[in-house]
């Protein structure tokens, strides 16, 4: 019964180190997406992909990297972090297909960049 | 362009209380799904309502309802008789139909009063 699972759920980097944040869901959905979210900005939409292959920009895509790995997982890559990264990542997953279904979310990925 | 609007940064509410937290949204998309989220202090999200574009009545979920006016593309959550544990962040979100992009409001911040 696990759902989306997100690794890891803290991480401290220092500016200019690259680091992937993992995720990957149990519910077979077809799309997954990836959100940062920061104090009085909600969450805002970083990508997502709709299928296995495909991703697409979200709201603030600059300085980060996707892959659809398979249909389980959806990662996220800093290649060189800096401090206006620092958020809290949450990855999420739904059907595709329906404009009804909810998302599910993971517990999130806190990240400080020094 | 989506766009989701929630213009109450924070709500002061007397416990058992009725609350109402506002959502307006713009879209082009004919079809959509509009969902409300709840985040407490703990970080998860949890899934509280939706309503779809053409469903004929407002949703409710027990002690929630979503008052949907299509016209005025505003879809507010009604909470009755608040509790303590009502306390959190309340997000909106909207899902087209057209692609699989699910955007956010900046949410609200609700306090129940003892």
Redesign the interface.
Known sequence: NAGVTQTPKFQVLKTGQSMTLQCAQDMNHNSMYWYRQDPGMGLRLIYYSASEGTTDKGEVPNGYNVSRLNKREFSLRLESAAPSQTSVYFCASSEVGTAYQPQHFGDGTRLSIL | AQKIT?TQ?GMFVQEKEAVTLDCTYDTSDP???L?W?KQPSS???I?LI?Q??YDQQNATEGRYSLNFQKARKSANLVISASQLGDSAMY?C?M???R?????????TRLHILP
Do not use: C, L, T, V
């Not at chain 2, 692609?99 to 949410?107: E, L, S, V």
């Open positions: 929630q940064p079809s959509y799904g969902f989220y970080g998860e999200m899934f939706y779809g574009s997000f979100a899902r087209g139909r692609d699989d992009k699910i955007i956010f409001g900046k949410g």
